[in-house]
């Protein structure tokens, strides 16, 4: 795990990434797909631009509760996921999912509206598994992606 358990290091991370991106500076790989898919949400650009611009943005975005009950979206679990999916298909891993993608892709006609749908799978998979204390289960997961088709 990149990170482990520091949720503030994470963060940084992605704020950091933003904040070279806007400024020009070299990228790291991670970097450049963190900084491309904030580029691909405007809805997030004003916070990571805010925080990025102001060490009390800073401080703020670091220490921000996401929650549903606050009517919020976490913009790191969304982001977090992206990443997570991007490995699964460059890696084809578990084997399938990168033609699943693609079909969903040209049905939809558009890839981010398909990471999208795919990324619900992906985080009740996960959800699951946090929930029974188990491994994910790829094959129940494989199930819920091939029913988006």
């Excluded at 704020?15 to 790291?28: C, F, T």
């Excluded at 900084?35 to 703020?60: K, M, T, V, W």
């Excluded at 699943?100 to 795919?118: N, V």
Aim: with cysteine; proline share 7%; hydrophobic share 35%.
């Amino acid at each position: 795990m990149l990170f482990g358990d520091d949720r503030n290091r994470l963060r940084r991370y992605y704020l950091d990434a933003w904040r070279k991106s806007q400024r020009g500076e070299p990228l790291e790989p991670l970097e450049q797909q963190i900084a491309d898919l904030i580029a691909r949400h405007p809805e997030y650009q004003d916070l990571f631009s805010a925080a990025a611009a102001h060490p009390n943005g800073e401080a703020a975005l670091l220490q921000e509760e996401y929650t549903p009950e606050r009517g919020m979206s976490n913009p790191f679990l969304h982001l977090g996921l992206h990443l997570g999916l991007q490995e699964q298909l460059a890696s084809n891993r578990p084997p399938g999912i990168t033609g699943i993608f693609h079909e969903l892709a040209r049905r939809t006609s558009d890839p981010h509206a398909a990471e999208h749908r795919m990324m619900e799978c992906l985080a009740e998979t996960l959800w699951q598994a946090q929930r029974d204390r188990t491994l994910p289960d790829e094959t129940a997961y494989l199930e819920r992606l091939r029913r988006l088709l």
